[in-house]
C-alpha cells in the first residue's frame, strides 16, 4: 500500500509561484509514474502533468511553460513548480501514483491507483 502526502498549497496572486510536494510512504515508489490532477468546483478532475520512472515528463497543454514536474527518488518526493499562476489554476491539486507500465502515462484518473489527499491552490486576480 502506497500513502501520498501532499503540500504547498495556498494563496497567490496571479503571476505568481507556488511549489507542491507530493511524500509518499512505500519501498516502490521510484518505479511509479506520478503525477498531478487538479479539480475545480462542479468540474471533472483534470489531469495537469505526470513522470515517468525514468524521468520523462508530461504536461496538459493548459500548463505547458509555466509548470515543471520532478521528483527526487531517494526522498520519496515528487514536486509540482508551478509559475505564471493564473485564476483558472485555481483547484483542489491531487498527487496519484500508477504502480501499472504504461506506453505513455495515462490522463484520466482511473488509472491511478493511489490518491493523495489534496492542497487547495487560490490565484487571485
Known amino acids: 500500500q502506497v500513502q501520498l502526502v501532499e503540500s504547498g498549497g495556498g494563496l497567490v496572486q496571479a503571476g505568481g509561484s507556488l511549489r507542491l510536494s507530493c511524500v509518499a510512504s512505500g519501498r516502490t515508489f521510484s518505479s511509479y509514474t506520478m503525477g498531478w490532477f487538479r479539480q475545480s468546483p462542479g468540474q471533472e478532475r483534470e489531469f495537469v502533468a505526470a513522470?515517468?520512472?525514468?524521468?520523462?515528463?508530461y504536461y496538459a497543454d493548459s500548463v505547458k511553460g509555466r509548470f515543471t514536474i520532478a521528483r527526487d527518488n531517494a526522498k520519496n518526493t515528487v514536486y509540482l513548480q508551478m509559475n505564471s499562476l493564473k485564476p483558472e489554476d485555481t483547484a483542489v491539486y491531487y498527487c496519484?501514483?500508477?504502480?501499472?507500465?504504461?506506453?505513455?502515462?495515462?490522463?484520466?484518473?482511473?488509472?491511478?491507483?493511489?490518491w493523495g489527499q489534496g492542497t487547495q491552490v487560490t490565484v487571485s486576480s
Open positions: 513522470i515517468r520512472r525514468s524521468g520523462i515528463e
Open positions: 496519484t501514483g500508477d504502480a501499472n507500465i504504461r506506453p505513455i502515462p495515462a490522463r484520466v484518473p482511473s488509472r491511478y491507483e493511489y
